[in-house]
């Protein structure tokens, strides 16, 4: 079985500008995760997909957005790109029913991306 | 506001003895706890998932414990080795539906031969 891929697995970008993070999903698996995780700290919740549809937010701005496609993959959008926002952005994938579960989550190895 | 704090200092031991991290959850009542491993530049793997009705769960030389009356969590590993350092989370889910699995800060354990 295929295990999450993330990509690019390093980003270098210029406060301001745009920047699309993509993420394949475990075979099988129907729900992406994203989380952001600054140096030294637990990766925090960016949002959750579920069958294309959105399926939860944490506390992150509009201008982090996402798409997850009908063969379950994702992208994360980040617009208008800030210092803060320089962390490794982590992907992950699970099997769900959509509502509260206790799947473990199948992490890849993120993307580092570096705003200058 | 909901926490959730590990005793995030490094965490040094020597190998052969047991490690004990710990995990500490406020205003939430969690259905489920899971812990993982991070190795640096990696992403987390899974390694545990403990119910609320569970008190204990173990796998190989791994131990989890989960108290929710003291809100907290108890994780071991036995006869510790070199390979064993790394970074190890706590992850709790809420029950409502959409809930995503938060996160503590992590827990980075050392083990020196």
């Known amino acids: 079985e295929t295990g999450v891929t993330q990509s690019p697995t390093h980003l270098i970008k210029t406060r301001g500008q745009q920047v699309t993070l993509r993420c394949s999903s475990q075979?099988?698996?129907?729900?992406v995760s994203w989380y952001q995780q600054a140096l030294g700290q637990g990766p925090q919740f960016i949002f959750q997909?579920?069958?294309?549809?959105?399926?939860g937010r944490g506390n992150f701005p509009p201008r982090f957005s996402g798409l997850q496609f009908p063969n379950y993959s994702s992208e994360l959008n980040v617009n208008a790109l800030e210092l803060d926002d320089s962390a490794l952005y982590l992907c992950?994938?699970?099997?769900?029913?959509?509502?509260?579960?206790?799947?473990?989550?199948?992490f890849g190895n993120g993307t580092r991306l570096t705003v200058t | 506001s909901q926490k959730i704090e590990q005793n995030s200092e490094a965490l040094n031991i020597q190998e052969g003895k047991t490690a004990t991290l710990t995990c500490n959850y406020t205003?939430?009542?969690?259905?489920?706890l899971q812990w993982y491993r991070q190795d640096p530049g990696r992403g987390p793997v899974f390694l545990l998932l403990?119910?609320?009705?569970?008190k204990e769960k173990r796998k190989e030389r791994l131990k989890v414990t989960f108290d929710t009356t003291l809100k907290q969590s108890l994780f071991h590993i036995t006869a510790s080795q070199p390979a064993d350092s790394a970074t190890y989370l706590c992850?709790?889910?809420?029950?409502?539906?959409?809930?995503?699995?938060?996160f503590g800060k992590g827990t980075t354990l050392s083990v020196s031969s």
């Open positions: 997909y579920y069958r294309e549809e959105e399926n």
């Open positions: 992950a994938s699970s099997l769900s029913s959509g509502t509260a579960n206790n799947s473990p989550l199948h």
């Open positions: 403990i119910r609320e009705n569970e």
């Open positions: 992850a709790l889910f809420g029950n409502q539906a959409g809930t995503a699995l938060i």
């Open positions: 075979s099988g698996h129907n729900t």
């Open positions: 205003n939430y009542s969690p259905a489920y």
